[in-house]
């Protein structure tokens, strides 16, 4: 837990924060709405005779308190998917609508995408993109599972993102949901933390910079941009907005979100950054017994 001392002067009751990352995280998963409804899953768990509690703020998302997510026939049928609580607040924020073009830039291995298609009701496009092959295919076998038919999946780094595959159209919304040092999944995977170096920190952060520049750029005037990470590090959240409002012309927005959080932060050792990053989320483990995680939502103004 050293690496996280760092954080101590902007979070709240780090006693709580410290106490609430050692323990283990609870298993969710989310009702795949392009197979099943919320009632058929919560009669086929009854069913089945698998325990599960209802997530107040999303109607389609529950815990399991004694079972593996994958460990049942509902999951094998693509009725549900595993999926963590925070995880599914970047496509909620983005919620993209009915034939829309939606772009997943960071897609491997597909929960966010696999939902993306479920909010569109399976009708529009989705281009979800990664740069490690390996995921991919766990994001094709995802995408075939859970009946995603509007899903094009495309091999390529975010940053040099290519329109010219699809006609040269931009996107009315794009999700970015980016590689990071993922401080905040440490509930899951205790090691996280092992090899955890600044370097590491301020690296990723320039990757992350890139592909969220290259995400405005891609998107059409007055669409929306939902930018993501499951890390606490100022570096990787704050200071990759401040750049992007820097480099291209976008506003971060403030949302509602149904959670306990706190607004991101203006200050972070010697680096200030701009007054509209409060409007982003911080969601802490001790907030809502969940995994850490930052999102914000960004517009592109319309010409």
């Known amino acids: 837990m050293e690496p996280l001392d760092r954080y101590r002067p902007i979070i709240d009751d780090f006693e709580a924060f410290i106490d609430a990352c050692e323990r283990p995280l609870p298993s969710a998963v989310r009702v795949n709405t392009i197979k099943a409804t919320v009632e058929r899953v919560r009669t086929a768990l009854a069913d089945a005779d698998i325990a599960y509690d209802p997530v107040d703020w999303h109607d389609g998302l529950f815990v399991l308190p004694e079972d593996s997510p994958g460990a049942n026939w509902p999951y094998f049928h693509g009725w549900i998917h595993g999926q963590e609580e925070v995880s ?12 829309e073009r939606v772009w997943d830039a960071c897609a491997a291995p597909g929960s966010k995408t696999t939902q993306l298609a ?15 092959l390996g995921r991919i295919s766990a994001l094709r076998t995802n995408t075939e599972r859970l009946g995603a038919t509007t899903v094009a999946v495309t091999h390529e780094d975010g940053r040099n993102h290519s329109l010219k595959p699809f006609g040269g159209e931009g996107y009315d919304r794009a999700l970015v949901d980016v590689p990071c040092s993922c401080e905040g999944t440490i509930r899951k995977n205790p090691d996280t933390l092992e090899d955890w170096s600044l370097s590491h920190v301020e690296g990723i952060s320039g990757v992350q910079k890139g592909i ?25 959240n704050e200071a990759v907005l401040d750049y992007v ?36 989320k911080r969601i802490y483990p001790h907030h809502n017994d969940t995994g850490g995680f930052f999102c914000a939502k960004l517009e592109v103004p319309a010409e």
């Open 245 to 280: 409002l820097d480099e291209v012309a976008c506003e971060i927005v403030d949302y509602d979100l149904p959670l306990d959080h706190a607004s991101g932060i203006t200050e972070w050792q010697d680096e200030r950054f701009d007054p509209s990053v409060t409007n982003a």
């Open 212 to 236: 969220l520049k290259r995400a405005v750029e891609v998107t059409e005037p007055g669409g929306t941009v939902v930018y993501s990470t499951c890390t606490f590090a100022p570096e990787e």
């Open 88 to 99: 599914v607040i970047p496509a909620t924020v983005l919620d993209p609508q009915p034939g």
């Open 118 to 132: 479920a909010r569109m009701e399976d009708a529009g496009e989705v281009v979800a993109t990664d740069n490690n």
